[in-house]
């Protein structure tokens, strides 16, 4: 089950992959009109589009030349190293081009069970001379159960892939020597008609095989021959050229047949077709009755079966998988290149020679019940009223005005209410002596630790008070604000709500999901030293904005007063006829109910019958004038 | 987050250490606590199953070296691991680095835990945890496993599924947790 709260927060590429980088400091400053009133929908959780743009916080990056956050969907990846996770040994891009992206020394991992196998001698209590073999420390399986032990506990893939006969790794081997010779018969010139026995042969080659046919292959053209009419050029670049050459002189000569060289390793290559993962048995039987055998525990699951390149049906047939290698990247703004995290490409340090992550450029969001007690965050009473204490941490070293707006009821089709009780306040600034954060102990970061972690840290001296237009609690960098939901009531399905052709209730709908358009505004000193403003010799303040949607999940929307599903649409019926609707436990806290007075105080979204689009500008135009 | 203690329920010591009066210290001129460190009640940590050495050798004094701001939760274990070396059993020194988790209950026999690593459950022998692991509950991870950086640990047998953000030791620290105790 999923934890709740959750928190995450709307990357804009969503919208449109191709952000122009914004036109430097220029654009940075906040502009003059309210665009949020023309551009700002209200964010749709449960939208197709909103899975491939909601992330946490902890995994936005930021562009601070597009002023920006970038998510990983848009952002590049460049690869620093590659090593082994298994090893930690960083492996040289040459070698993973010319040899996989495989350890090339003793890691495996088992095809049991995923385990990274050991290699240990076969029988522990003998001394030197007896074979080693690999190991599982899980499960137990060993090589042994396929038959493969090793002579030395060293150079392990070597003496695998001689033991299993992979070809591939023997160029010398009988196969790579049998194509050097002319086989007409085995491959007949490409437009011959025999196509038969090109299939009747390739279908006998293992994959190994097959594999190495190619490799060899594109090994001979890629090392080409010195010997044509360009003389020294390297293989790529003659083949190029006696391409040109050949199509435009208008010679006989086509390309793969102009050399000899060519002429052998066009006959290698064997026709394009796809390989089937399924391999065709003409005779079930054999295969039946080895199942019959082996049972059940013999048989390999999907899993196991999957993850080899060969797909074996038994586990007899399953082989040591090579530890797959790892990567160290660093990571572009995908808009304006630059750089944003490039990590030191030592392969076990885990530094950052760049970093730029948005948390330490947006403020973080903290969200918990109000009373942790009253009720479980996995059932949530229906039309109850529910509070939450939302936080806002502030990173940066400039006091931030920080403005929430929320749709007065969430999209979806069955819509909860929400009321921010104040939604728009200030956040102090961060400081970066720890101390300082010792001395507000318990509240710092990401632990609003409610009623009994505040007291007497908080910068405001006054009692907290659950009424609109006053934050809760707040200290050095942080500021509380309380939030209230009332969760819909959701028909028990097979109901007679439940009518036809509507849909089924699915599992998202019985989550609390709340977008809230968050924007911060900031003044900072500027960050160029413009010949104007040292002469001017004042400080040169700079505005500056930020918007960006989050969404948080409260909670699973549980029974409505403990009634049993089956009498789902009795409830419901007699919902109908209740004259009052039910206000919840008695809160111990004076807390004005948004029925109580619509645009009380900031309270932007009491006032009903306003459209989303249009309550979210209204909240950013009040915070704006107050 | 765990909840404030009863005054008097942990012991501080001048490096700032926090050990609960309930926990088990065996052998603790064997043991190396980096400071801040917190030590819940019920943990178990091992400093007496230290390496066998033949008489007249000399061996480090270290079975259990701890970094710091580390957590040890309720009815951790802190144990060496121990395996047969030449036909004889002897236990080998685990080092742990600073910021390092242990969830409650969970049984740590690693070698090497790097710094900023949490662990939710259950860790086997000789396991070697570089910097900046998450280990989910309930993951048993297999004697001898390397686990490099910036992995997500989870399932029997522990294996790495997914990467962790650049964002991982901030995620990780424990200064915070300290704090509460
Ligand atoms: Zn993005
Ligand atoms: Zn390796
Ligand atoms: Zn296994
Ligand atoms: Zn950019």
Not at chain 1, 179 to 205: D, G, M, N, Q
Not at chain 1, 594 to 620: E, I, K, N, R, Y
Not at chain 2, 29 to 53: E, P, S
Not at chain 2, 67 to 83: D, H, W
């Amino acid at each position: 089950m999923a934890p709740f709260p959750t928190i995450h927060i709307s990357c804009p590429c969503n919208d449109s992959i191709s952000i122009a980088p914004s036109k430097s400091s220029a654009s940075r400053k906040a502009p003059e009109h309210d665009d949020p009133e023309e551009s700002d929908m209200t964010f749709d959780p449960g939208s197709a589009r909103s899975n491939f743009s909601l992330f946490p916080l902890e995994n936005l990056l930021y562009c601070e030349d597009c002023n920006q956050i970038r998510c990983p969907r848009c952002v590049h990846d460049e690869i620093v190293c590659y090593f082994c996770p298994n090893c930690l040994f960083e492996v040289p891009s040459s070698t993973v081009k010319t040899e996989g992206n495989r350890c090339t020394r003793n890691c495996f991992s088992c095809p049991i069970c995923f385990a990274s196998l050991s290699v240990t001698a076969a029988d522990e209590s003998s001394t030197s001379t007896s074979p080693y073999i690999l190991l599982c420390p899980h499960c137990f399986w060993s090589s042994a159960e396929i038959g493969i032990s090793f002579e030395k506990p060293t150079s392990i893939t070597a003496q695998l892939a001689a033991k299993l006969k992979l070809p591939s790794l023997q160029p010398s081997s009988s196969s790579a020597s049998s194509f050097s010779t002319p086989t007409e018969s085995y491959f007949p010139a490409s437009a011959s008609s025999t196509t038969p026995t090109i299939a009747s042969v390739e279908t006998t080659l293992t994959p190994e095989e097959m594999y190495a046919r190619l490799k060899t292959h594109y090994a001979t053209q890629r090392a080409g021959s010195g010997t044509d009419e360009f003389g020294t050029s390297p293989g790529a670049l003659s083949r190029l050229m006696g391409l040109y050459s050949s199509t435009l002189s208008g010679s006989k000569r086509t390309f793969g047949t102009s050399l000899g060289v060519g002429k052998q390793t066009a006959k290698q290559k064997p026709d394009w077709h796809e390989y089937e993962h399924v391999q065709p048995t003409h005779d079930e039987s054999t295969l039946i009755n080895k199942m019959r055998t082996v049972g059940f525990t013999g048989t390999t699951s999907s899993q196991q079966r999957i993850i080899q390149p060969h797909h074996p049906l038994f586990t007899s047939q399953l082989r040591p998988l090579a530890a797959l290698l790892r990567t160290k990247r660093s990571k572009r703004c995908r808009a304006c290149r630059h750089i944003l995290v490039k990590p030191e490409s030592k392969v076990t340090t885990t530094r950052f020679r760049i970093k730029l992550v948005a948390m330490n450029y947006i403020p973080a969001l903290t969200i918990s019940l109000l009373d942790p007690t009253s009720v479980s965050y996995h059932s949530l009473t229906p039309l109850n009223t529910h509070q939450f204490l939302l936080t806002v941490t502030n990173p940066l070293f400039d006091p931030i005005n920080v403005t929430l707006a929320t749709p007065q009821r969430t999209p979806g089709r069955f819509p909860t209410e929400v009321t921010i009780l104040c939604p728009d306040f200030e956040v102090g600034a961060n400081t970066d002596v720890w101390d300082e954060a010792l001395a507000s102990a318990g509240a710092t970061s990401g632990a609003p630790t409610g009623v009994q972690g505040s007291q007497g840290k908080s910068r405001r001296t006054g009692k907290k008070t659950g009424n609109t237009g006053t934050v809760w609690d707040a200290g050095r960098n942080w500021t509380t604000v309380v939030i209230e939901i009332v969760p819909p009531l959701i028909p028990v399905e097979g109901g007679d709500s439940d009518a036809e052709g509507e849909k089924k209730i699915t599992e998202l709908d019985r989550i609390v999901q709340i977008p809230v358009c968050v924007r911060v505004e900031y003044e900072t000193e500027l960050e160029r030293e413009d010949s104007l403003s040292a002469l001017s010799g004042r400080e040169q303040k700079e505005k500056r904005e930020h918007t960006y949607w989050s969404v948080l999940g409260l909670g699973r929307i549980g029974k409505f007063g403990g009634v049993k599903s089956s009498e789902g649409s009795d409830t419901l019926g007699s919902m109908d006829s209740m004259p009052t609707r039910p206000m919840g436990r008695p809160s111990s806290y004076s807390v004005n109910k948004p029925s109580a007075g619509p645009g009380l105080g900031v309270d932007a979204f009491g006032a009903s019958g306003m459209g989303a689009a249009a309550a979210v500008a209204a909240a950013v135009r009040g915070g704006r004038k107050a | 987050m765990p909840p404030k203690q009863i005054k008097g329920e942990y012991i501080e010591t001048d490096t700032g250490n926090k050990v609960s009066r309930k926990s088990v210290i065996l052998g603790s001129q064997n043991i190396i606590l980096g400071g801040k460190t917190i030590i819940q009640a019920d943990c178990t940590i091992r400093g007496d199953l230290r390496r066998t050495v033949a008489p007249g050798q000399q061996s480090g004094n270290v079975a259990i070296a701890v970094g710091r701001y580390c957590f040890l939760s309720r009815s951790s274990v802190l144990r060496p691991p121990g395996k047969t070396h030449r036909g004889l059993y002897s236990y080998y020194p685990m080092k742990i680095g600073d910021h390092v988790f242990v969830g409650e209950g969970t049984v740590v026999e690693a070698a090497l835990i790097g710094s900023y690593v949490h662990i939710g459950k259950d860790c086997g022998k000789f396991t070697i945890i570089k910097d900046c692991v998450r280990i989910e509950e309930g993951t048993v991870i297999a004697p001898n496993t390397v686990i490099p950086s910036f992995s997500v640990v989870a399932g029997r047998p522990g294996v790495v599924v997914d990467e962790l953000p650049e964002t991982a030791v901030e995620g990780l620290e424990l200064k915070n947790i300290y704090r509460t105790i």
